[in-house]
């Protein structure tokens, strides 16, 4: 049961890189959702996705884009990669409704030099 | 803003003890809490969720709310050393289906 899949776990860029983390879920989940993590930051919401088609900005969505290329798949793309983008990333995936749980990949580990 | 508020720690116990967790959330209309337990180095992973209408309890974890005062508390009986690590509140908030997460509260369970 794989559950939320990302890859790659760990990425190392220089600045000024593009990059992007896939994120693939088996669940039948309509909801998808991007979060980085860093130290004392706790978990910020970078983009979602309600259903197929729609995507959403969150908290701290400069620098980054996202595809929702079909039910299972959430991608983030970092167009030019900056330091402060330095960071673990997380996808998780929900049922349709916010009242159902979401549940977490486990994380890219990301470095930008 | 909508907010998720959790005291950072560490909170300390003696293994066998109950852990009391707690989180303060701002937005009135919120109905669905989550509790997320997460070891260093490793992704989220969900513990226990509650809805507006009352407690719940599995195993050694107690989900509790406060409507009236706006927070929800985990409490651990038994507590473990396993039991060490970052716990995260989410709360869902009114529109959207993005929920809110605080930033966590470190517990440290010493044998």
């Known amino acids: 049961n794989a559950g939320v899949t990302q890859t790659p776990k760990f990425q190392v860029l220089k600045t000024g890189q593009s990059m992007t983390l896939q994120c693939a879920q088996d669940m039948n989940h309509n909801s998808m959702y991007w979060y980085r993590q860093d130290p004392g930051m706790g978990l910020r919401l970078i983009y979602y996705s309600a259903s197929e088609g729609t995507t959403d900005k969150g908290e701290v969505p400069n620098g980054y884009n996202v595809s929702r290329l079909n039910k299972r798949e959430f991608s983030l793309r970092l167009e030019s990669a900056a330091p402060s983008q330095t960071s673990v990333y997380f996808c998780?995936?929900?049922?349709?409704?916010?009242?159902?749980?979401?549940?977490f990949g486990d994380g890219t580990r990301l470095s930008i030099l | 803003q909508k907010e998720v508020e959790q005291n950072s720690g560490p909170l300390s116990v003696p293994e066998g003890a109950i852990a009391s967790l707690n989180c303060t959330y701002s937005?009135?209309?919120?109905?669905?809490f989550f509790w997320y337990r997460q070891y260093s180095g490793k992704s989220p992973e969900l513990i226990m969720f509650i809805y507006s209408n009352g407690d719940k309890e599995d195993g050694r974890f107690t989900a509790q709310l406060n409507k009236a005062s706006q927070y929800v508390s985990l409490l651990i009986r038994d507590s473990q050393p396993s039991d060490s690590a970052t716990y995260l509140c989410?709360?869902?908030?009114?529109?959207?289906?993005?929920?809110?997460f605080g930033k966590g509260t470190t517990l440290s369970v010493s044998s």
């Open positions: 937005d009135r209309g919120s109905q669905s």
């Open positions: 989410a709360v869902n908030i009114k529109a959207g289906t993005a929920l809110i």
């Open positions: 998780a995936s929900a049922g349709t409704y916010s009242n159902q749980p979401q549940h």
